[in-house]
């Protein structure tokens, strides 16, 4: 029954509510943290004359800003996401080649 509860409920007991107010908050808190690895991230591809950000970078950077107790479970995403990815690719272009 508890994978059919919305996202933000998860957490929470069957019966519990979250205030308007309090999901507000931690949007802002979101869009806040966001915005910090962003800069953090953009100023050291400008250094290095780079335009794309990736995800290496941002693990870079949430490093550099004390958050390194979420580089290890984010680098084994990170791969896996990159094995989908490419597996995608590669049966689109079998798929184009078969035709």
């Known amino acids: 029954m508890e994978q059919n509860r919305a996202p933000e409920k998860k ?3 069957p019966n519990g509510k979250i205030a308007k107010d ?3 908050t931690v949007q802002e808190c979101v869009s806040e943290f966001i915005s910090f690895m962003t800069s953090e991230v953009s100023d ?3 250094k290095e004359k780079r335009k794309t950000i990736n ?3 941002l693990l870079w950077a ?3 800003l ?3 107790d979420y580089i290890d479970p984010l680098n ?3 791969s ?3 094995v989908v990815i490419n597996f995608r690719i590669t049966v689109l272009f079998i798929t184009y080649l078969i035709g």
Do not use: V
């Open 44 to 46: 050291k591809c400008q």
């Open 76 to 78: 084994i995403y990170l």
């Open 11 to 13: 957490g929470l007991p």
């Open 62 to 64: 949430m490093a550099t």
């Open 22 to 24: 309090a999901k507000e």
């Open 55 to 57: 995800g290496d970078d």
């Open 66 to 68: 004390g958050f390194e």
């Open 80 to 82: 896996r996401y990159r």
